[in-house]
């Protein structure tokens, strides 16, 4: 279990906090949804456009080289929207086998033509695939919009489907400013901690794997 930010080349945001002040109960029911109002809708229900631009590229490349990922591999990526990373991944090491899951009809059927086949509707916490049936799963910024106990089991399907590494990315705050910022901008989280919280909460749920926090600055 590693604390490790594979995400070190994603472009750091400074967010319009101010934009979403606005947001009402009625733009988050909106948002959890996970519709085409969070992708692709305007920034008080979500991404305000949710495009491919290429920056999952140095992630790929910054995990094919920490895991070591070869042709013939398998890859799951849990919370996948609309397949950029696993797109870039096969960019990067053609030969991989990438699978995702993702809650949002939406985003699988606007995904990346070359990745939508491998991709499946289905929530976290009930993924249907075999124990041990990849070399990596990874999950960015998607186990924190589910409730506390459905979380932690989505955590443990992480655990069960991998015969090797995980990596799990979270919203957190490491500052009580972190934690102010965070939650005038977040729309869609449930189960939000600062590091230590996340940490007890890897250990009930069992994750032996790698970690790292999304911080609104
Ligand atoms: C903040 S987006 C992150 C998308 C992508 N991983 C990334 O980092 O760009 C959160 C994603 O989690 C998905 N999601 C929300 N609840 C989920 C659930 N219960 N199971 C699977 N995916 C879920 C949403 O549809 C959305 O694609």
Redesign the pocket.
């Known amino acids: 279990m590693r604390e490790v930010n594979l995400l070190d080349s994603y472009p750091r945001i400074k967010r319009p906090l101010r934009e979403r002040e606005q947001a009402r109960p009625r733009q988050r029911e909106v948002a959890r949804r996970?519709g085409r109002e969070?992708f692709d809708g305007d920034r008080t229900q979500g991404y305000g456009g949710?495009y491919y631009d290429g920056r999952w590229l140095a992630v790929a490349r910054r995990m094919q080289e920490f895991y070591g990922l070869m042709p013939g591999h398998r890859v799951l990526?849990?919370?996948?929207?609309k397949g950029?990373?696993l797109h870039d991944l096969r960019q990067v090491i053609p030969g991989i086998r990438v699978a995702g899951?993702?809650?949002?009809a939406y985003?699988i059927g606007q995904a990346i033509e070359d990745v939508r086949p491998f991709l499946v509707l289905?929530?976290?916490?009930r993924l249907p695939f075999a124990d041990r049936s990849f070399d990596l799963v990874v999950?960015?910024?998607?186990v924190h919009?589910?409730d506390l106990d459905?979380c932690k089991q989505?955590i443990r399907e992480m655990e069960r489907v991998s015969r090797a590494y995980k990596y799990l990315q979270v919203d957190s705050f490491l500052t009580e400013e972190q934690r102010e910022n965070f939650e005038r901008w977040q729309l869609?989280a449930l189960t939000y901690f600062p590091p230590d919280g996340w940490r007890r909460l890897f250990a009930a749920a069992g994750y032996t794997g790698d970690y790292y926090w999304t911080v609104t600055e």
């Open positions: 996970f969070y949710y990526d849990v919370g996948c929207a950029f990373l899951l993702d809650i949002s985003a289905g929530s976290a916490d999950s960015i910024n998607t919009n589910l459905r989505a869609t």
